[in-house]
């Protein structure tokens, strides 16, 4: 890739050569049967993606737009309980915060959730869930499943965020209960940042809330989108419909399931290169817990500092995330979402190696060949 930094970060993610291409046409008028037609494709793809034949609504915005646009339609005014063990299940409960009457059921970030504390909650009343399924910030893969058991057997809402999880893993959100699941566009899809995708189910439609934000309401959208063809309530960010409709075709074409099995090869490989280092791994995984398969955390060892390893990376021309907020300087997360193959895996374990022989630090052994072992299997 001439010129150009491989991106190993959650998101965004190096975008393929036909997905930058669609983002090159002339305007068009989005009241269209292009625009249309481009709206209706990327839902039809989406929908086992997301393992659901609820309509899916595309927004304008980042993924925290899709969050907001969730609760602001389904948990304003609502008692809300919000799971969280990292920044992405602490900004859904900020989120609520400001719509709801929200308790948030606070985990150490990368540790368990607590499912007692929130079956007590919902004991106590609370008619919203909100969940991240894949937790980035700490590389950790959440129980939705058994989280959307307690939802339906208490018969409240759950708002799911797969923002890094669709696309790369397992979702099932008809099977599980997900009443509003959200993607954003820069993560295992693979297309450009500005895009959120929501989907939403027949029961959360009957509980709408009422005085909903103006920009972000559902049911606007659903308005819009019900239309033949489909439109959206104001001007969408066409270029980034185009990219991602042809985004959505390539996930086509791979499989979905082909598509997470590659994703769970990857971060298997970069896993178990860093358990050949004897790195400490950043997830607690338990029954319910397990480690990501978009992305893996570990912590950094004593003595070594961020600026030593992903700068040294940087420097080669890999750059991969560090930790946000409280994990700053303390773990290093390298993402494996959307496009990415054996090759970018390969040379950013080599150089996630080398930079720490640089700095210094003896590592417990060769995670290039254990990684390598995996990926060649
Ligand atoms: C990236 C991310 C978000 C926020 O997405 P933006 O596109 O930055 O708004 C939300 N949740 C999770 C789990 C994420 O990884």
């Known amino acids: 890739m001439y010129n150009q930094t491989l991106l190993m970060m959650p998101g965004p993610v190096p975008m393929a050569e036909s997905v930058r291409g669609a983002m090159l046409n002339q305007a068009i008028n989005h009241r269209s049967k292009q625009l249309g037609d481009c709206y209706s494709d990327i839902v039809r793809i989406l929908q086992p993606v997301f393992g659901t034949k609820n309509e899916i609504l595309v927004l304008s915005g980042s993924g925290t737009a899709g969050q907001e646009a969730a609760i602001g339609s389904f948990a304003k005014g609502k008692k809300v309980a919000s799971l969280v063990n990292g920044k992405f299940g602490e900004r859904l409960g900020l989120i609520s915060q400001i719509y709801g009457e929200t308790t948030m059921i606070e985990s150490e970030w990368g540790h368990a959730l607590n499912l007692e504390a929130l079956a007590e909650s919902l004991e106590n009343g609370a008619e919203v869930v909100t969940l991240v399924h894949n937790e980035t910030s700490a590389a950790i893969l959440n129980p939705a499943e058994e989280v959307g058991k307690l939802c339906k057997k208490h018969d409240a809402l759950f708002i799911l965020d797969g923002i890094t999880s669709i696309g790369g893993d397992v979702v099932k959100a008809d099977e599980w209960g997900v009443d509003v699941a959200i993607v954003g ?63 959505c075709r390539l996930i086509e074409e791979e499989g979905i399931e ?43 060892p004593e003595g070594i500092e961020d600026s030593q390893i992903r700068g040294f990376c940087k420097k080669m021309g890999i750059e991969f995330a560090g930790g946000q907020d409280r994990f700053k ?49």
């Open 185 to 247: 566009s820069q993560k295992c899809l693979a297309a450009p940042a500005g895009l959120a995708a929501v989907s939403v189910s027949e029961k959360a439609w009957e509980r709408l809330s009422e005085n909903r934000p103006f920009y972000l309401d559902l049911k606007k959208a659903k308005k819009s989108a019900d239309a033949s063809p489909k439109e959206t309530p104001t001007t969408p960010a066409v270029p980034l419909f185009m990219a991602m409709r042809e985004a």
């Open 258 to 300: 082909n598509r997470i099995a590659r994703h769970r090869k990857l971060s298997a490989a970069v896993r178990e290169a860093g358990k050949v280092w004897g790195l400490a791994p950043v997830p607690q995984v338990d029954a319910l817990h397990a480690a990501s398969n978009t992305v893996t955390g570990f912590f950094y």
């Open 329 to 377: 300087g303390k773990i290093f997360r390298v993402g494996n979402m959307g496009i990415i193959d054996t090759p970018e895996i390969l040379a950013t374990v080599a150089t996630i190696q080398l930079a720490f022989k640089k700095a210094g630090f003896k590592l417990g052994g060769d995670g290039l060949e254990a990684a390598a072992e995996i990926l060649s299997a």
